[in-house]
């Protein structure tokens, strides 16, 4: 294996390195989100409803500038949600405003919150972290029993085997064959890479540069405005149906920001998948709850009959995985005769490129691109990885996607069609990348908010639940005149009917 060192070496010199992303450094909040909104072909003068005050300082601790992500990525899906709003009512876009503490603080939402006062268990797994091998290291992914399983059969471990174990089988590998191996199998590991080995692979340069892609995939009649989409609702987007699919924080975030402003979103998980009760517990705020097993011919009917209603069709599964079940954009289209739909991808690495296909987490993205080696550098503690302080790319990605649906929404209703949108935790590493990083340890000077001792209590909001009392961080956009807020608590899943409000 020590003779795939050089192999490796050649690989990454072989290929060219992508050209570099926009290099968008001296961007502020604001001009973050005109960029993103003129990307997507959105009203102009809609901007002069958007307020982001910040004083551009650093508000978690790191390089990266995860405050103007926090709040620009916020900021982005409740500007429209505001514009959905004046549309439906034939008024301006109210005005939106998103305190730049207040959204990064949200950013780790589901680290901050308590049930009867105490704090959520931890989502990784005993083998979760960074493991030498014998050129570099690897991130192994541990946030669920089947993975964790599946870690120690690749490697020849006993079921039982103890982090040390399964450590001493990870280190005679070459970083990139156990990443390879562990695709191979369906598991999730990543080879550690500095920005240039990532800039330098065929997957890079798949990655584009805007993190939000719409397109229009079919034609239909506008988006009708009356009815249960009419005007003078309380919220946004009060009767908006959105059917979503979806596991572990980015696509659940897109329908939890969905729900924050209105829509009714039927979150359906699988009986046959575990779950993962302290993310399921923050993120599945707002929603309704069902199972479906499409294994089974009559939960199977129950979903395409949900999905022929719905106006949003959500899913985060690995790409394919759904479609080659029935459920593709063409698919539901299909059936829904003359009307159409916004179809929704949450991926890894994007719609295209030779890792399209894989899976992947928000921390094995920020290893395999660059950024945990970048992070590292900065801090200069001799660290070979350093992760960031919160989900980051997790939590920029749901709200770019939501955002994505909103724009796309915008425009079945002004021109009509059915209308794809696609967000990879792949595309916002490298639109975060493009926004620069904090000198040295500039960054890290900030403060972090560990516990939910550390929010402020003006933040945060109490409500009682099927788990409980539940303290966590309210929604950190303020629209005018319109109400936000999440009108449903998180319950166990599978709780609700199988059927639209």
């Known amino acids: ?66 405050g103007h992500v926090a709040q620009a990525s916020i900021a982005l899906s409740a500007l429209l949600a505001s514009q959905f709003h004046g549309l439906r009512n034939q008024i301006p876009p109210p005005k939106v405003t998103v305190p730049r503490q207040h959204a990064s603080i949200e950013f780790k939402s589901e680290r901050l919150y308590t049930i009867n006062g105490k704090p959520p268990s931890s989502a990784w797994g005993p083998l979760s972290g960074i493991h030498k091998t014998s050129d570099g290291y690897v991130r192994v992914h541990d946030g669920f029993p089947n993975h964790r399983r599946g870690t120690k059969a690749l490697l020849g471990c006993a079921p039982d085997a103890s982090r040390e174990d399964v450590s001493s089988k990870i280190f005679p590998w070459c970083a990139i064959d156990l990443e390879a191996a562990a695709v191979e199998s369906g598991l999730v590991i990543s080879a550690l890479r500095s920005y240039q080995q990532w800039d330098a692979l065929p997957a890079a340069a798949a990655v584009a540069d805007i993190p939000i892609l719409i397109r229009r995939i079919g034609d239909a009649p506008p988006l009708s405005l009356s009815g249960r989409l009419g005007p003078n609702a309380d919220k946004c987007l009060r009767g908006l149906r959105v059917l979503e699919f979806s596991r572990v924080i980015a696509a659940p975030l897109a329908g939890k920001t969905l729900a924050v402003h209105g829509a009714d979103v039927l979150w359906v998980t699988s009986p046959n998948l575990p779950d993962s009760p302290t993310i399921d517990r923050e993120f599945g705020r707002g929603k309704r709850t069902i199972q479906l097993d499409l294994d089974l011919e009559s939960d199977y009917e129950e979903a395409l009959l949900l999905a022929e209603d719905a106006d949003v069709f959500i899913q985060g599964y690995r790409p394919g995985s759904l479609a080659s079940r029935g459920f593709s954009p063409k698919a539901i289209i299909a059936k829904r005769r003359t009307r159409g739909i916004v179809y929704a991808n949450m991926s890894a690495y994007g719609p295209t490129g030779p890792w399209s296909a894989r899976r992947g987490f928000d921390s094995l993205v920020q290893t395999c691109t660059g950024m945990n080696v970048s992070e590292a550098e900065h801090f200069d503690a001799g660290e070979p990885a350093r992760s960031l302080p919160c989900q980051a790319l997790d939590h920029a990605s749901g709200y770019f996607l939501a955002a994505g649906i909103l724009a796309a929404l915008y425009k079945q209703a002004t021109e009509g069609g059915s209308w794809q949108v696609d967000v990879s935790l792949a595309g916002t590493m490298k639109h975060l990348r493009s926004l620069g990083q904090y000198q040295g340890r500039q960054g890290f000077q900030a403060p972090d908010y560990e516990s939910a001792a550390d929010v402020p209590t003006e933040l945060t909001e109490n409500v009682m639940t099927a788990f409980g009392q539940i303290s966590s961080v309210r929604h950190s956009a303020l629209i005018e005149g319109v109400r936000v807020g999440w009108d449903i608590m998180p319950k166990p899943l599978g709780s609700d009917e199988k059927r639209w409000l």
């Open 1 to 66: 294996m020590q003779d795939r060192k050089f192999e490796w070496t050649k690989v990454v010199s072989h290929y060219k390195s992508s050209p570099s992303e926009k290099d968008l450094s001296t961007f502020t909040t604001r001009d973050i989100v005109q960029y993103l909104w003129r990307s997507l072909g959105l009203p102009e003068d809609s901007l002069d409803s958007l307020s982001v005050p910040s004083d551009e300082k650093p508000t978690l601790p790191s390089s990266f500038k995860i």
